[in-house]
């Protein structure tokens, strides 16, 4: 008897403990009917389900924390249907006015989420939610996602209640229903049966957070009181700190109430409060609410930006999304770390990756004061690598108010490939005290666009911008820039990749363009500017680079197998006719032919977006002393279900002369086949571009490409075979000149020689 005593006697003492205490609980049940089918909370029936129920004030006529809710089930098994999202939220409906008028998900708050138990048999099941505030001002709007992807029986459901108007709104099927944006539903003039448990009723959380005249340091916290409390505790810390570790005030007598110490400059914090309710004990924590203190406005320059910040998101700048939802991170080089792959400096920079094709993302700067600048610019690197002719952009923006528009900069719009770090250098226009850039991101696939080291500087002598190279041959280039303003400039130039510092340096010149002389043939160079202003001096621009003519081939047999290790051989160049889609260098087609004609690589134009046109030029030839020059190549262009590449070939007989066509293919060409045209105008600055159209097909391929000026008597071309009968048939060439000519024929696929 005395172990049967003891526990009554100890429930009495904690039942009367806590109720001498000033704490109350309560338990609400809403809807007492028996009916089923009506498919809410959910329909075990069918895959997947989504409702929302509404549940008036006048029903629930409690406030404080619902800690836990309870369906009726009515059945034998929930084995297949017991997959639940779990979101509460208040609201001012009492019906729902049609078939999509769904309560937005984003103002619910999610209680719970996961798997349960199969109950096996009718009754009440239970949900150990997380605690929600309920103001008992509103209705209450209770939704639930069924996400379990297979069904129970229809003798499975939920009991529910009929009532006069349409509270509840349900969809059900076989497909998988996101809650943000679900389609039409069916309306019911009933409510699921449901209990609510509320916990400490005598002391009810606060509600509807809010943050006012936020500055750099300091913000106003409020909140709405739903009990009688006066004194209330704030926690708080850097956004995502988990709670209980944040900074504690308590004993606070104001609402809302200045929080003015403890807070950092263009930071981002979470916070919560609680009612301290004296005898009633104190209520759950409210939050986290989120807001951050603003920035202060770039004054001093120059300012900088490396995007050392631990991969995390800088504070005081911030995105607009233009098309798409895509972000703008911070890792280090390109996607997937890789063209490049490494920042510029250091070890992050920013980078809008690829995600999806056409997504668009404004980086916007914090703001900067440039009122009384006469000069100030924008310096950055920069990288934008295509991807299998997949091609990311970058454009740069200003605007000179918070809520003003954006303008392009002048010249800041980066549509091609870039896969080595260079600098840009821009002049900003219109300077205001409310200064903004933004560098804007366009998803093109390619590897991303990525931008590091940025410098916004001011000068008494601009710097140049716009840097090029014209009039480029073997030996000579004109060095072009727009000036900032001076009209003496310094240039430093040297190979490729040279350390500034270490070039060439031509002080003083007031020529531009500058004409560079003494180059050596087939090199890449890379180039610097400075304005010199007399008493001072620009920041240097650059590197801008440039790669001198090879000089010309005059020694014959010329030939080019392609076997350079998947490179573009040397001298050769690309030209783009539509799209920026490049010449590649493999093993045979996409798929067909398996290999390359001779070796193991030959080029190709292969498939990467119909219509696309790029040539592929060779070197330079002198053909001034030559009277029969040839050129001959393998080629092959395998149709792909019906789809068809194109080649054609051209010459011209200048460096900037027009081309012409010699020669076109536009069918179907299963196998290496040797092509043999004679070469027009001879001319001592000659080239020839093989030409490749993308239709989808399997690629362009050529290989063993030959240039022969050495012959006197010509090789016929245009073979082919007319009038044909059981025993006879014409053949036909075209003449390379002689009047005479040899023929050897046999049966299909012989020997030649026999």
Known sequence: ?????????????????????????????????????????????????????????????????????????????LSNSNNWDIYIGHTTKTVFTSTSDWIDVSSLTQVWS???????????????????????????????????????????DFYCTSVTNYRALTEYGSANINPASPPSGSRKKYIANIILEFGNTACPAPTSQTVTNISQTSADLGWTENGTATTWDIEYGATSYTQGTGTIITGVTTNPYTLSSGLSVGTTYDWYVRANCGGSGVSTWTGPNTFSTTCNTVTAYPWTEDFENNGIFLPCWSQEYLSGTHDWIFHTGGYNNGNPSTAH?????????????????????????????SNPQLSFWHTQASWEGDQDELRIYYKTTEGGTWTLIPGAVFTSSITSWIQETFNLPSPSSTYYIAFEGLDGYGYGVCVD???????????????????????????????????TWNIEWGATGFTQGAGTMISGTTSNPNSLSGLSAGVSYDFYVQDDC??????????????????????????????????RPDCWTEEYNVGTHDWAFQDGGDTEPISAHGGSYNAIFMHQSTGSSTKLITPQFDFSNLTNPQVSFWYAQVEDVGDQDELRVYYKTSQGGAWTMIAEYTSNVSDWTQVTLNLPSPNATY?????????????????????????????????????ITTTSADLNWTTGGATTWNIEWGAKDFTQGT
């Open 114 to 156: 996961g798997t349960f138990a199969d109950p096996g048999e009718s009754g009440w099941i239970t949900f150990d939610i997380t605690d929600f505030s309920y103001n008992n001002t509103d209705n209450l709007v209770i939704a639930v996602d069924e996400n379990s992807a297979d069904d129970n029986g229809f003798s499975d």
């Open 453 to 487: 080291d940025v410098e916004v500087s001011v000068s008494s002598c601009p710097t140049p911008t716009g840097l090029f190279a014209d009039n480029i041959s073997q030996t000579s280039v004109n060095l072009n820039w727009t000036t900032g303003g001076a009209t």
């Open 345 to 373: 400096g250091g070890t992050y920079n920013a980078c809008f990756s690829p995600n999806s094709s056409g997504t668009k993302t404004n980086l916007v700067t914090p703001q900067f004061d440039l009122s009384g600048q």
């Open 687 to 723: 080239f020839i571009a093989f030409e490749g159209t993308d239709g989808y097909g399997q690629g362009v391929c050529i290989d063993d490409v030959v240039v022969d000026g050495t012959i006197s008597c010509l090789q016929p071309t245009d073979l082919f075979t007319n009038n």
């Open 1 to 77: 008897m005395k172990n049967k005593i003891l526990p009554f006697v100890l429930l009495w003492l904690f039942v009367t403990m806590f109720s001498l205490s000033g704490f109350s609980q309560s338990t609400i049940q809403i809807g007492t009917g028996t009916s089923t089918g009506q498919r809410i909370p959910i329909e075990p029936a069918y895959d997947y389900t989504y409702a929302q129920v509404i549940y008036l004030q006048s029903e629930i006529s409690t406030a404080g924390d619902i800690t836990e809710l309870k369906w009726y089930f009515h059945g034998s098994s």
């Open 534 to 567: 007399g008493g001072s001096q620009s920041l240097w621009t650059g590197p801008a680079s440039f790669t001198t003519l090879c000089n010309a081939i005059t020694s014959f047999l010329f030939s080019e197998d392609f076997e350079n290790v998947g490179a």
